[in-house]
Each structure stands twice: as structure tokens, then as C-alpha cells.
């Protein structure tokens, strides 16, 4: 299997010293492209899942980007507490706002409520600027493989139960209620 050529053409960088070089950013790609069964992140040898997190392998982008309401809960889970983040724009409208639960991506063992608050931040504010504004709850779900599966899972479908359950309080409405995410969310 080969990347189609204006693909390819991207992969490399060029430099006066010598021949072309893979840019790290796409030596997985790379490396998956010739064999799939040896797929690694490049320049990568933690040994285990906490070791990546720490080393920051899942970029934090820091916002400053202001929303209405930026609310962090606890809510009791079948398994131990269960973080969530909840974001609203200002509401002028005499009925609530729809519900969208939001589950983060990040293979099952990488991200949080904080990787992804630049993006639900921006998210909240556009939703609300096209005239359609929506609540946000994010979950912040156990992660392998500390965890086995389906312990996120589990952890996604207690929010969105305790989410109708209390929807009312950050004026949102339950019987509008949708499930969305990035990656494996």
C-alpha cells in the first residue's frame, strides 16, 4: 500500500545536507503504510500509559476563551467518582438548551476534561453564535489500562443518566439530549 502521491509529497522534508528525510510527525504513518502489524509512535518508548500522559504525549491547549457558565462536577459512579466538565453560553431564550453529552477521543488511554476544554470552550461559543447554543457536559471517563473495558463506557453511560437526571440545573433540557465525541469517544 502506497500514499497517494500528493500525500507522499508531504511526508518528507528536504535539506541541503543529503536526501530527504520522514518529518517525525509522520514516521507512524509511515511505519504502519509498510507493515500494520508494527504500528508505534515515533520516538516513543514509554513503557506504560502513565508514562505517556505524563510526558505530555496529549497536548494541553491552555484558552482563555470565555464561556457563560464553566462549571466542573463529581458525580458518584458505580465505580468510583466520575469527573465532568459542563459548559453553557448565555441563554436569552425562555426554553432550554439542548444537552450534548461529550466523550473524549484518545485510543481509550489518553486525554481528559483538560486536552480537550480549548476546543468544547470554542465549540460552546460557535454553537451559540449560529443561533443554536447548547449545553455541554464532558465526561471524563476511566481510562485503560488501568481500567479494562467497558469501564469508560460504563463511566460515559452513568453521566448521561445522571446528565437527564439534572440537566434542569445548568438550563438544559433532558428530552433534548445527544451523544457526541472525537476519535474512540
Not at 536526501?19 to 516513543?44: C, G, I, K, M, Q
Not at 447554543?133 to 467497558?150: C, S
Not at 445527544?178 to 476519535?183: K, L, Q
Request: glycine content about 8%; aromatic content about 10%; proline content about 8%.
Amino acid at each position: 500500500m502506497s500514499a497517494p502521491s500528493h500525500v507522499a509529497r508531504g511526508l518528507t522534508s528536504s535539506s541541503a545536507s543529503g536526501p530527504a528525510d520522514p518529518e517525525p510527525s509522520h514516521v507512524a504513518w509511515l511505519r504502519y503504510r509498510d507493515d500494520p502489524t508494527n504500528f508505534a509512535v515515533p520516538h516513543a518508548s514509554p513503557s506504560s500509559p502513565q508514562e505517556i500522559r505524563e510526558n505530555g504525549f496529549a497536548k494541553i491547549v491552555r484558552s482563555n476563551e470565555a464561556v457563560h457558565l464553566m462549571q466542573d462536577e463529581t458525580i458518584r459512579g458505580p465505580h468510583g467518582d466520575i469527573a465532568l466538565r459542563i459548559y453553557a453560553p448565555e441563554n436569552n431564550r425562555a426554553e432550554p438548551l439542548p444537552v450534548l453529552m461529550f466523550f473524549h477521543g484518545g485510543i481509550w488511554y489518553l486525554n481528559s476534561l483538560d486536552t480537550h476544554d480549548a476546543f468544547l470552550r470554542r465549540f460552546t461559543n460557535e454553537g451559540a453564535r449560529a443561533g443554536r447554543g447548547f449545553v455541554v457536559i464532558a465526561v471524563d471517563y476511566r481510562l485503560a489500562p488501568e481500567h479494562k473495558f467497558p469501564g469508560g463506557l460504563e463511566d460515559c453511560y452513568t453521566a448521561t443518566v445522571w446528565a437527564a437526571a439534572h440537566a434542569h440545573r445548568f438550563g438544559g433540557d433532558p428530552m433534548r439530549l445527544a451523544v457526541a465525541g472525537d476519535s474512540c469517544g
